[in-house]
Every structure is written in structure tokens, then in C-alpha cells.
């Protein structure tokens, strides 16, 4: 009985709160808003410096890769 009175006083409180909203202030959502703008912009300068990295290892190795060898002493 009392896993049923459990089920019923759920089914009751999701129900009631299925659609619940609270109207936020538009200051918090434009804070929200910049605030993901700015991670996306920091992510992105992440993205670019290691691709950049890598090009910079990949270029040194290739050169020192294929630099002709001077064997005159």
C-alpha cells in the first residue's frame, strides 16, 4: 500500500510540475548569453593555437627530415 500512495504522490508532483516554467529577467539570460559566447570564442583560440602547434612540429620534422646532409668537414 505504501509503495502505491508512493506512486500516486509522484505521478501527482510530475504531472503538476510536467510544463512548470519560471519567467527569468532578461540581465540573466543576456549574462548567460555572454558568457557562452565568450567560452566559444576561447574554445575556438584552443583550437586554432593546436593546430597551429602541430603545423610548427610538422613543419620542423619535415625539414630536419629532409634536409640535404653536408658531409664536407
Known amino acids: 500500500m505504501s509503495d502505491n500512495?508512493?506512486?500516486?504522490?509522484?505521478?501527482l508532483i510530475r504531472n503538476k510540475l510536467e510544463n512548470y516554467s519560471?519567467?527569468?529577467?532578461?540581465n540573466i539570460w543576456g549574462a548567460i548569453e555572454r558568457s557562452?559566447?565568450?567560452r566559444?570564442?576561447?574554445n575556438y583560440i584552443r583550437v586554432v593555437?593546436?593546430?597551429a602547434a602541430a603545423a610548427v612540429v610538422f613543419l620542423v620534422l619535415?625539414?630536419?627530415l629532409?634536409?640535404?646532409e653536408n658531409n664536407s668537414q
Open 5 to 11: 500512495l508512493n506512486k500516486d504522490f509522484e505521478e
Open 22 to 26: 519560471t519567467p527569468v529577467d532578461s
Open 36 to 38: 557562452l559566447i565568450k
Open 40 to 42: 566559444k570564442r576561447i
Open 49 to 51: 593555437a593546436g593546430v
Open 62 to 64: 619535415a625539414i630536419n
Open 66 to 68: 629532409f634536409k640535404p
